[in-house]
């Protein structure tokens, strides 16, 4: 078994080839949104560093998941300059704030939910590489490709950290929650086109 193959059995559903058809008719905001999640990855890991100081495991994946997103940011912001892209500013999809109301306000389950949603937005950043792929020009394929090793080990450590805070206690319960939180955001439409947004309900791409 692949790692993304355990990446699909873990999210409840695909992403849908209404995105995927969108996706590749605009590939430059493709590729802005791309690097805008690649910065948000790198800063959720950092203040999760400067909050929870007294966990060395959290401290060292954290800090490596870190210079990794921020590696890929670079790498995404070269393609786009090479082909001409001018990187401006867009807002966020709804998908990543709508993941976290659900997280628990109280410690420890504010940390615990705060991992998942991590590792369900790194399962799925994953899963879209890879549908993405084949459809790709040989340049951007070979990117994207070379990013599943990295996204599924981040999805793994998000996960391997909120059992270890859990102490014992399953978390099967808090994963399945943020899992339908999730589905529903990816099956039902939306009004922008990102990253992460379900498929297109409006007649054009909205910025």
Same mark, same amino acid.
């Given at each position: 078994?692949?790692?993304?193959?355990?990446?699909?059995?873990?999210?409840?559903?695909?992403?849908?080839?209404?995105?995927?058809?969108?996706?590749?008719?605009?590939?430059?905001?493709?590729?802005?949104?791309?690097?805008?999640? @690649? &910065?948000?990855?790198?800063?959720?890991?950092?203040? $999760?560093?400067?909050?929870?100081?007294?966990?060395?495991?959290?401290?060292? &994946?954290?800090?490596?998941?870190?210079?990794?997103?921020? *590696?890929?940011? @670079?790498?995404?912001?070269? $393609?786009?300059?090479?082909?001409?892209?001018?990187?401006?500013?867009?807002?966020?999809? *709804?998908?990543?704030?709508? $993941?976290?109301?659900?997280?628990?306000?109280?410690?420890?389950?504010?940390?615990?939910?705060?991992?998942?949603?991590?590792?369900?937005?790194?399962? *799925?950043?994953?899963?879209?590489?890879?549908?993405?792929?084949?459809?790709?020009?040989?340049?951007?394929?070979?990117?994207?490709?070379?990013?599943? &090793?990295?996204?599924?080990?981040?999805?793994?450590?998000?996960?391997?950290?909120?059992?270890?805070?859990?102490?014992?206690?399953?978390?099967?319960?808090?994963?399945?929650?943020?899992?339908?939180?999730?589905?529903? $955001?990816?099956?039902?439409?939306?009004?922008?086109?990102?990253?992460?947004?379900?498929?297109?309900?409006?007649? *054009?791409?909205?910025?």
């Amino acid at each position: 078994m692949t790692p993304i193959d355990h990446i699909v059995q873990f999210l409840r559903c695909e992403t849908p080839d209404d995105w995927i058809a969108t996706a590749l008719e605009n590939p430059a905001l493709l590729l802005i949104d791309h690097a805008n999640c @690649e &910065k948000k990855a790198a800063s959720t890991a950092m203040n $999760l560093m400067y909050r929870y100081v007294d966990d060395f495991e959290l401290l060292n &994946k954290m800090s490596r998941l870190a210079r990794e997103e921020l *590696r890929h940011f @670079e790498q995404v912001i070269a $393609l786009m300059e090479k082909r001409g892209i001018d990187y401006r500013q867009i807002s966020a999809s *709804r998908y990543a704030a709508e $993941l976290r109301k659900s997280v628990r306000s109280t410690e420890p389950g504010r940390l615990i939910d705060t991992l998942i949603v991590g590792a369900v937005i790194e399962a *799925r950043s994953c899963e879209r590489f890879a549908k993405l792929a084949p459809h790709l020009d040989e340049e951007l394929k070979t990117f994207y490709l070379s990013l599943l &090793k990295s996204e599924a080990r981040h999805y793994q450590d998000y996960l391997g950290l909120a059992e270890k805070v859990a102490a014992g206690e399953s978390i099967a319960a808090r994963i399945d929650t943020f899992l339908a939180v999730e589905q529903s $955001l990816v099956l039902q439409g939306d009004r922008e086109f990102r990253f992460h947004s379900g498929p297109l309900v409006c007649d *054009r791409v909205c910025e």
